[in-house]
């Protein structure tokens, strides 16, 4: 089982930046791959990025290409979302989630970190 623990989350304004990060831990030896969804008032979770922990580049959701990078330490099993340019819209609780090996779907996360921008 991995567990997942996030950071960074905070109150901005319209325009700023901030980063997230997210260590696993536990049974980080079966890890595929590991990202970023958020969920916002009223809405569903949706995904934002992620990375095969084995190699390539991230992918990302539209709405956050050119504004959001995600970033990983392979030895401390780390993620990081560095979030620029931040809109209102992007007010959201992040969740940091992992998938494992032989899994379909995302099935580890963490317990969520609040993100507020303000116009």
């Known amino acids: 089982q991995v567990q997942l623990a996030e950071s960074g989350g905070g109150p901005v304004q319209a325009g700023d930046s901030l980063r997230l990060s997210c260590g696993a831990s536990?049974?980080?030896?079966?890890?595929?791959?590991m990202g970023w969804f958020r969920q916002a008032p009223d809405n569903e979770r949706e995904f934002v990025a992620a990375?095969?922990?084995?190699?390539?580049?991230?992918e990302y959701a539209d709405s956050v290409k050119g504004r959001f990078r995600l970033s990983r330490d392979i030895r401390t099993h780390t993620i990081y979302l560095q979030m620029s340019d931040l809109k209102p819209e992007d007010t959201a609780v992040y969740y940091c989630a992992a998938k494992s090996y032989g899994a379909s779907a995302f099935n580890s996360w963490g317990q969520g970190t609040q993100v507020t921008v303000s116009s």
């Open positions: 536990g049974s980080t030896v079966y890890i595929a791959a």
């Open positions: 990375v095969r922990w084995g190699g390539g580049s991230p």
